[in-house]
């Protein structure tokens, strides 16, 4: 199993707004990815006590492929979408890794 995930680090001055990111983004994004392979979508905010400090881990988004090639095809065909929309709900750029799974 391949995961996709999405890393939203915060900076200072930064806008992200959770809600949009929790419905108009999962919605997109399962649209698209559903036909090109998704097994399973998460998003995930990160708790702390106060404001971030730059560079902390605020979100995450993880997009599960049966494997390699089926999670590079789906972030060629739907990543210029997807990135596109993430100016609806914020001013970060989340870093895109690909990890193996495990266990």
Known sequence: MIRVM???HWAEGARFDAA??????????RRLLTPLG???LELARFLGSGT????ELIAAT???????????????AAGPELAAHVSRYSSLQPQIRLCELLA
């Open 62 to 76: 993880f997009a599960d492929f049966a494997d390699l090639a089926s999670a590079q095809a789906a972030l060629a």
């Open 52 to 55: 971030p400090r730059p560079g």
């Open 20 to 29: 949009c990111y929790a419905q108009e983004h999962a919605a997109l994004a």
């Open 38 to 40: 998704l097994q399973r």
């Open 6 to 8: 999405g890393l939203y």
